[in-house]
């Protein structure tokens, strides 16, 4: 069965400052996919970044960006440049494909800092 | 588009009423699912739906009930609630294309059960 850990279950940041949301995951699958969902106040789940486990480079958009390490099952998210929209639940996810099943870690409550 | 519509927003029941949480979509997308969101535990797969007239149990599917005689329909029932049914729940849907893998999500009803 395959699991996702998220070990941060709080975090805060500067407005403008970087931060790094940790995640790992377990699972004897090669090919998958790994996603980070934010959920902001309104409680709306938008997708964020996403990877395919047979890419070997990592993830970019805009400000955010991810750090795949598939032999470690490591699986990080960064905001640069954090902004005060940013604050909001983050949730790293799990896929294999054509299940359309996700896996959901417990969440990472990041707060921005005016 | 709307996307995915759940009614309603927010309910309370007593416990021992039913109560059908209604979920549609209107982007033609082949697999559907409900998740519950809990504190702690993130989201968690009640049941699925690969496309009309098919649908299977995901992680924690006691106490739920669901059908698909649509496309775009995919109602969550409660038959018996019960306060442990307290919780956020959201619907998804997405479709299956290659490269494509994210889920669009309701904006989730909250349930309280008395």
């Known amino acids: 069965a395959q699991t996702v850990t998220q070990s941060q279950p709080e975090m805060s940041v500067q407005e403008a400052e970087t931060v790094t949301l940790s995640c790992t995951y377990d699972?004897?699958?090669?090919?998958?996919?790994l996603f980070w969902y934010k959920q902001p106040p309104s409680r709306q789940m938008i997708l964020v970044i996403r990877?395919?486990?047979?890419?070997?480079q990592n993830a970019t958009e805009n400000r955010f960006s991810v750090n795949f390490q598939k032999a470690a099952k490591s699986f990080s998210l960064k905001i640069s440049d954090s902004q005060l929209g940013d604050t909001a639940m983050y949730f790293c996810?799990?896929?294999?494909?054509?299940?359309?099943?996700?896996?959901f870690g417990t969440g990472t409550r990041l707060k921005v800092l005016a | 588009n709307a996307g995915v519509t759940q009614t309603p927003k927010f309910q309370v029941l007593k416990t021992g009423q039913s109560m059908t949480l209604q979920c549609a979509q209107d982007?033609?997308?082949?697999?559907m699912s409900w998740y519950r969101q809990d504190p702690g535990m993130g989201l968690r797969l009640i049941h699925y739906?690969?496309?009309?007239?098919?649908?299977d149990q995901g992680e924690v599917p006691n106490g739920y009930n669901v059908s698909r005689s649509t496309t775009e329909d995919f109602p969550l029932r409660l038959l018996s609630a019960a306060p442990s049914q307290t919780s956020v729940y959201f619907c998804?849907?997405?479709?299956?294309?290659?490269?494509?893998?994210?889920?669009?999500f309701g904006q989730g009803t909250r349930l309280t059960v008395v």
């Open positions: 998804a849907s997405s479709y299956s294309s290659s490269g494509n893998t994210e889920a669009f």
């Open positions: 739906s690969v496309g009309a007239g098919i649908t």
């Open positions: 699972t004897s699958e090669n090919n998958y996919y």
């Open positions: 990877q395919e486990a047979y890419k070997q």
């Open positions: 982007m033609n997308h082949e697999y």
């Open positions: 996810a799990f896929m294999i494909p054509g299940t359309y099943k996700y896996i």
